[in-house]
């Protein structure tokens, strides 16, 4: 079936000498993967490979025969335009690490208007915007309302986070716990805005650790989830 629809690049890969195998979620069917033959062996080519570097946000027209194997794509279009997120050294280091992450925590392979809203607004608002070093932070945490596993904020004067039940208490157990400096930096990222952002102070140390807790809750929560290797990049240029 033919279908038009637009689309986030979540990585590309390369796949012989001439091709390419793009993984995206599509606001139509979710996560997509495409084969492209031929994409790298032509200058001249109508699809070019500079679509498809990650969190592209595209609008395709593509076969989708929804057996499980690989698709295809018969033309392409960027729909919303870059400015800053592929040249800014810092942003571009961020994208790495956001495409990965999204790619290992995204796999329903069926339509979520939300989720895609919510990617479509919060990478159009990091292109326009000046980067602070904790948007991937927040990013993440927001993240989870569309991936089911926003902390519960009930209790946020308890003395821990249970990283695995995803609520606050008082006693400890022997899951993953968030507690002391770096609960306090945790809570600030609770029902905030990208706006809000310049707002928040952190240390390099603490933001590094804070950002370790994050993945850890998502490997926590996320079937499969493997251990972002972009997230070594990210610590450097954030020091």
Request: hydrophobic share 40%; charged share 20%; with cysteine.
């Amino acid at each position: 079936m033919q279908i038009t629809t637009k689309a986030i690049v979540l990585s590309s890969l390369k796949y012989g000498d001439t091709s390419l195998i793009v993984r995206a979620f599509t606001q139509s069917d979710g996560v997509k993967s495409y084969l492209l033959k031929g994409v790298l062996a032509s200058k001249k080519a109508k699809i070019r490979p500079a679509y498809f570097l990650p969190l592209m946000q595209l609008e395709i027209v593509a076969n989708h025969k929804n057996k499980g194997t690989l698709e295809s794509i018969r033309d392409v279009r960027v729909a919303i335009p870059y400015q800053t997120m592929h040249t800014d050294v810092v942003k571009n280091s961020v994208v790495l690490f956001l495409a990965e992450m999204l790619g290992n925590s995204i796999q329903e392979q069926e339509q979520d208007e939300g989720l895609f809203n919510y990617l479509e607004y919060a990478l159009h608002w990091m292109d326009a915007h000046k980067l602070s070093p904790n948007f991937h932070i927040l990013f993440l945490l927001n993240l989870t309302k569309y991936l089911g596993f926003y902390p519960d904020t009930s209790y946020q004067n308890s003395l821990f986070f249970d990283l695995l039940e995803g609520h606050f208490c008082n006693e400890p157990s022997l899951n993953p716990l968030i507690q002391n400096e770096n609960l306090e930096n945790f809570k600030k990222f609770l029902g905030t805005n990208f706006e809000a952002l310049q707002g928040i102070q952190l240390t390099k140390s603490n933001r590094r650790e804070l950002l370790k807790t994050v993945v850890q809750y998502f490997r926590l929560h996320v079937y499969g989830f493997r251990e972002p290797k972009s997230l070594a990049v990210l610590n450097v240029v954030f020091t």
